[in-house]
């Protein structure tokens, strides 16, 4: 007999933020602790992200951001983090991708605190960094219509 799948909880609880963060030993952006908190994992309306890469305008799509406890691993916050976190610097979060695989990381710690930026995993990770935006708002109010 097959188990039933879980669902992806619409919101998340203050508790499973705290162990989220005590996890993670870092205190979340407020922003993106809310958009957990409200929506965790559902995607916003406008999903073009646009950003610099080496002085030229360029721009993906967001084809998901993670969810705590998400009924589907490649979806789920932890698991990705899990698998792939190490290939990132020890203070940078990946929140989402795009739909080549690229992933989209939130700075949790040090002098890029709360900025969201573009990672190109075919490059070294320090080299295919690129800044989306100052905070997960501005992520967020930056998007727009595919």
Known sequence: M?????LTPSSLAPDTLDLLERVLDARLPEAYRDWLAMR???????????FLENGRETSTVLHYLY???SEHDYNDLWDYNSKYGED???WYLSI???AFGNPIILALKG???GKVFFSDHEVPFDDGLYVIAPSFDAFLAGL???
Not at 40 to 50: D, E, L
């Open 67 to 69: 969810a705590v406890n």
């Open 40 to 50: 965790n994992g559902q995607m916003p309306g406008n999903r073009v992200i646009k």
């Open 144 to 146: 727009t219509a595919d």
């Open 111 to 113: 002098p890029n605190h």
């Open 2 to 6: 097959r188990k039933p799948r879980k």
């Open 88 to 90: 990132l610097h020890p």
């Open 96 to 98: 989402g991708g795009d």
